[in-house]
Each structure stands twice: as C-alpha cells, then as structure tokens.
C-alpha cells in the first residue's frame, strides 16, 4: 500500500486566502478532496470547521470554498438536477420547483 498522506494539520484563517504549493504527487489535492469530505481516508481522521466532513452537511458546505483543480459542470448534467445540486450546498436554499 502506498501511503500518499501522513500527520497532515491545516489551518486556514477567516478572511484570508490559503493556498497548498507542492511537487506534483505531493498530496495537495488528495488533502483538499478529504478535507471537503469528497474522498474518503484509508485511515486517521478529518476534520473540517470542529465537524466531519462526509455526509450531508449543506450548513457545513456552505461554511467553506475550495477551488480543486479539476472543476466546472458535468457536460451531461440536465439544468434543474444542476439546481437541485446547488442548490443542496445552502443551508437555507430557494425553491427550485417555485
């Protein structure tokens, strides 16, 4: 098994920009993908804002931006399941049927 990722803390501060730099294969973006609760860890634990970030949580996602390198709307996605998506990130989000 191949460990990508070993004793990773962060801190990020409220109204600053923070970045992660390094070497390709380094762990930038699998760190950012754990952190947002996209990818599950082998081991250890994660969390984000004092709160764990896998499962639905759209009062935590609403809380947090990353820009993950690979971005943009699936090409295939319909407009209102887009909106529905969305839409689920707001912790008080409008009514996409109304």
């Known amino acids: 098994m191949l460990r990508v990722l070993e004793s ?9 920009v923070t970045t992660l730099l390094g070497a390709n294969g380094a762990g930038k973006s699998t760190t950012l993908a754990c ?22 949580n759209p009062e935590l996602r609403s809380r947090v931006g990353v820009m993950l390198q690979d971005g ?13 998506h969305v839409a689920s990130l707001y912790q008080k989000p409008i009514d996409i049927d109304a």
Request: aromatic letters at 4%; a neutral charge.
């Open 35 to 56: 952190a947002q609760g996209l990818l599950q860890p082998e081991g250890g634990t994660v969390e984000l804002l004092g709160q764990n970030p896998f499962g639905d």
């Open 8 to 16: 990773v803390s962060l801190k990020a501060f409220p109204g600053q």
């Open 72 to 84: 943009g709307l699936p090409p295939s996605m319909r407009p209102i399941p887009l909106l529905r």
